[in-house]
């Protein structure tokens, strides 16, 4: 066989990649083909989502006697900031800062035990960790309602009426499921490796917790933080049950102030709304990544 007539090895179009200066791979760039129905689809939702706070906006900037007629989607044609600056006047502040005060206590309470607790379920292996963890969940399918009258009593009982703690205290408590559950999922993505390797190097399961686990967690914990300190700023029913006077009122209740028995300030109530929904949104816009993060994670592998 001539030199002419040997095989030649097959070819092909692929190049071998070179490498990045940087290290890493270059990623490859795939064209993906319009959706025209999801499209719709997302626009139809955001319209949805749109109009009534649009809506509320408008009207939030309307005198107070022209607040119930013309077109509720139409701008309003003398605009004003009275109704803010009635709603600063009338105790906002103290609001404000009860209710950062209950958010920031419910914050603390459901990280300090919940995050413990979290690790002890998924680090030990016994039947009696497992059992206690599926109890604790339980309180997900019990709701607020079916309870409060009992936690009436025992906030009674404690001499816990008609203070802050009266609100703190159940508020953490109906968090903590759901902040565990989260938790657990996302420490169970915790290599096993990472722990064996601390434990040869002699570290204790404390040291492990606060500097293995907690790093390594902090998408399940940043979404804690946003559910629970959602479920103390938007909650209503413990604050309405279990406090009376103005002292310990949060934002949700002090929308009371603009409703009376002849009737409804409405251009007030809805700029006491957009100013109370102001803060806790922000933060929803700075750790929204986390939070869509976080809930991916939930169950583990």
Excluded at 221 to 234: C, D, E, H, P
Aim: charge should be positive.
């Amino acid at each position: 066989m001539s030199h002419d007539t040997l095989p030649r090895p097959p070819t092909t179009d692929k190049r071998p990649e070179r490498p990045r200066p940087d290290g890493r791979r270059r990623r490859r760039h795939w064209t993906r083909r319009a959706n025209p129905l999801a499209g719709l689809g997302s626009f139809v939702w955001l319209v949805i989502v749109l109009v009534p706070i649009y809506a509320m906006l408008s009207a939030s900037l309307t005198s107070a006697d022209k607040a119930l007629t013309g077109n509720p989607l139409k701008p309003p044609t003398d605009p004003t900031l009275d109704n803010y600056s009635t709603v600063l006047h009338s105790g906002f502040w103290h609001l404000l800062s009860n209710t950062v005060i209950v958010a920031v206590a419910v914050v603390a309470i459901v990280l300090g035990l919940c995050v413990p607790l979290a690790y002890v379920a998924v680090r030990t292996r016994d039947r009696w960790s497992g059992l206690a963890f599926r109890l604790f969940l339980l309180g997900v399918a019990i709701p607020a309602q079916a309870v409060v009258v009992p936690l009436y009593l025992l906030i009674a009982k404690l001499d816990l009426y008609d203070s802050l703690l009266a609100v703190i205290l159940p508020t953490a408590a109906f968090a903590m499921p759901v902040s565990v559950l989260v938790l657990v999922g996302t420490l169970r993505d915790v290599s096993e490796d990472l722990y064996e390797a601390m434990a040869l190097d002699g570290a204790s399961p404390q040291r492990m917790l606060f500097q293995l686990a907690v790093p390594l967690a902090k998408g399940g914990i940043s979404t804690v933080v946003i559910f629970s300190s959602l479920q103390a700023w938007n909650g209503f029913l413990f604050p309405l049950i279990f406090t009376q006077s103005d002292e310990p009122r949060v934002l949700t209740l002090g929308l009371f102030n603009f409703v009376s028995q002849f009737g409804v300030n409405i251009p007030a109530l809805l700029a006491s709304v957009v100013l109370s929904g102001i803060p806790i949104f922000a933060v929803y816009l700075v750790a929204r990544r986390a939070l869509i993060g976080g809930l991916m994670g939930v169950g583990g592998k």
